[in-house]
T-cell receptor, first 114, second 115 residues
Framework: AQTVTQSQPEMSVQEAETVTLSCTYD???????LFWYKQPPSRQMILVIR??????QNATENRFSVNFQKAAKSFSLKISDSQLGDTAMYFC???????????FGAGTRLTVKP | DSGVTQTPKHLITATGQRVTLRCSPR?????VYWYQQSLDQGLQFLIQ???????AKGNILERFSAQQFPDLHSELNLSSLELGDSALYFC??????????????FGSGTRLTVV
């Protein structure tokens, strides 16, 4: 079974600074998808960014980018120019396309300080 | 509004009771997924349906059951409730087809409190 590990339960960053959240996963699959979801205090799950394993280029979405290291099975999220609204739980997720089974890490609680 | 509708938003019930959580997927989505999120924890996969049929099952208790109806809405039934069942229950849906490369769209969840 695939496992997703987020080793940082909590992190904090000053507003306008850059922060990187770590995620590693374990799989024997070659084709899969990786995601970062944000869960603000409202508890809504919001997709931040996604990466397809067969694409070498790292995904970017405005201030959010990933560092995808397939051989190392690492998928970190970098948030640039952090904003107060980025304060949330961030979940890394792995999905096998064969059955759309998505598994989540335990999450990292990020606090952006003014 | 994500397009995935979950009702009710909040539910308070006593131990031993049975409740039904309802989910309407985003228009056009055939797949529905249920997840449980206990306080300050990650999301635990419960069960997945595709076009009315069960496709995958996670760590779902025998006291829990689900189904997806012809109109594609889904219901999660929780019976003989225990205090430990208190959690946020998410429903999510994914686009048509057998793959979901763009991930899921989540509903806003149902907060279940068992007292």
């Amino acid at each position: 079974a695939q496992t997703v590990t987020q080793s940082q339960p909590e992190m904090s960053v000053q507003e306008a600074e850059t922060v990187t959240l770590s995620c590693t996963y374990d799989t024997s699959e070659n084709n899969y998808y990786l995601f970062w979801y944000k869960q603000p205090p409202s508890r809504q799950m919001i997709l931040v960014i996604r990466q397809e394993a067969y694409k070498q280029q790292n995904a970017t979405e405005n201030r959010f980018s990933v560092n995808f290291q397939k051989a190392a099975k690492s998928f970190s999220l970098k948030i640039s120019d952090s904003q107060l609204g980025d304060t949330a739980m961030y979940f890394c997720a792995f999905m096998k396309p064969a059955n759309n089974d998505m598994r989540f890490g335990a999450g990292t609680r990020l606090t952006v300080k003014p | 509004d994500s397009g995935v509708t979950q009702t009710p938003k909040h539910l308070i019930t006593a131990t031993g009771q049975r409740v039904t959580l309802r989910c309407s997927p985003r228009s056009g989505d055939l797949s529905v997924y249920w997840y449980q999120q206990s306080l300050d924890q990650g999301l635990q996969f419960l069960i997945q349906y595709y076009n009315g049929e069960e496709r995958a099952k996670g760590n779902i208790l025998e006291r829990f059951s689900a189904q997806q109806f012809p109109d594609l809405h889904s219901e999660l039934n929780l019976s003989s409730l225990e205090l430990g069942d208190s959690a946020l229950y998410f429903c999510a849906s994914s686009a048509q087809g057998t793959e979901a490369p763009y991930g899921y769209t989540f509903g806003s969840g149902t907060r279940l409190t068992v007292v």
